[in-house]
């Protein structure tokens, strides 16, 4: 952020503009977060910064859109009193593999599940926004996601289970060989809203599993 604002700031001497994207992981944690917040505020407005999450890009995650809003059928189902229960899984078949020195700084729930899987849940869970011919489109979808997560209470010790895969501290890369550092983790979410109520999301994510997926299980009654 100090960088780009040495380099002009949000304007240029031609007239144009700057945009300042930001990829994740903002910060390690809350106080790491707010510092890095802290110093983009400094120099950038909201409407000249861009917090991506990558996964967002994947054309599978894309087509959540046009599932939940450009069907129908999918509009009348999608609610606790036809679903079950609903499974985000992400896996992978290898471990870290080298890159276990910056792993074990993060693990699985700040590295996968905090970030790409929570971006599907809200996909998954959010009510309809009201878009019509606004030119506020990015924001109301936005404001219909954290809606989402205002709505998940705090999760228990009883909602989530932690692993970490055999021969994981043999990664040459990662210093500490008693690491506990969790390369498995699942976890149960619930929305309160009235669409939602009584069902259980459940985030799974691990490296060196059984196989290479992505998927969303929707269990219905």
Known sequence: ADDASGH???QTKGGGWVRLVVEKPFGRDLPTCLSLSSVLSRHFSESHLYRIDHYLGKEMVQNLWTFRFGNDWAGHLWHGGAIRSVTVEWKEDFGTEGRGGYFDRYGIVRDVIQNHLLQVLTL???????LGASNDA?????????AVLK???PVTPSDVILGQYEG???DPTIQDKETACPTYAAVRLHVNTPRWEGVPFLLVAGKALEERACRVRVRFR
């Open 124 to 130: 998954l869970a959010m009510e309809p926004p009201a």
């Open 151 to 153: 709505s998940i209470p």
């Open 8 to 10: 002009g700031g949000t």
């Open 168 to 170: 994981y501290a043999d």
């Open 138 to 146: 990015a924001e109301r979808v936005r404001d219909a996601k954290v």
